[in-house]
């Protein structure tokens, strides 16, 4: 397995977000990006996650497609991206960016209200 500092991840988190197209970046409003070495056992519970499978990233808010008229003063969505399993599953440096940049595209089309089907039927695109 790699070994990355936390430092690593953020400078790597951050040009993947440089590397993403741009429009769909500057639409994160109220949206905080955070990494974790791992998903705490709430987020476990709350993905419904086994312990035969991985979470990558997660997003936790509101998407655009579900706000109405009464969205104000609430907390800022939240994108985690999990070290320790991007690790597991990356057998190199390279491996590991490209997990990043996938897992975060993969969030913030969360964000914008797609759904995994949707999102994996525009990745195969």
Same mark, same amino acid.
């Given at each position: 397995? %790699?070994?990355?500092?936390? /430092? ?9 977000? =440089? /590397? ?8 994160? =409003? +109220? ?6 070495? #791992?998903? !705490?056992? /709430? ?21 655009? !497609?579900?706000?109405? +008229? ?9 994108? !985690? ?7 597991? %599953?990356?057998?190199?440096? #390279? ?12 969030? %913030? ?7 995994? =089907?949707?999102?994996? /039927?525009?990745?195969?695109?």
């Amino acid at each position: 397995m %790699i070994d990355v500092t936390d /430092e690593q991840f953020d400078t790597l988190i951050t040009r993947a977000m =440089d /590397e993403l197209p741009q429009e769909y970046i500057k639409g994160l =409003d +109220n949206v905080a990006i955070v990494q974790a070495d #791992e998903p !705490t056992q /709430e987020q476990k519970v709350k993905m419904k996650l086994d312990d035969n499978h991985l979470l990558l990233g997660l997003y936790e808010g509101i998407p655009l !497609t579900q706000r109405g +008229n009464g969205y104000t003063f609430v907390l800022p969505d939240k994108i !985690t991206l999990f070290k320790y399993p991007l690790m597991r %599953i990356s057998g190199n440096s #390279e491996e590991f960016f490209e997990q990043i940049k996938r897992t975060l595209w993969h969030e %913030i089309a969360h964000f914008y209200g797609l759904d995994h =089907d949707r999102i994996d /039927e525009i990745q195969r695109a």
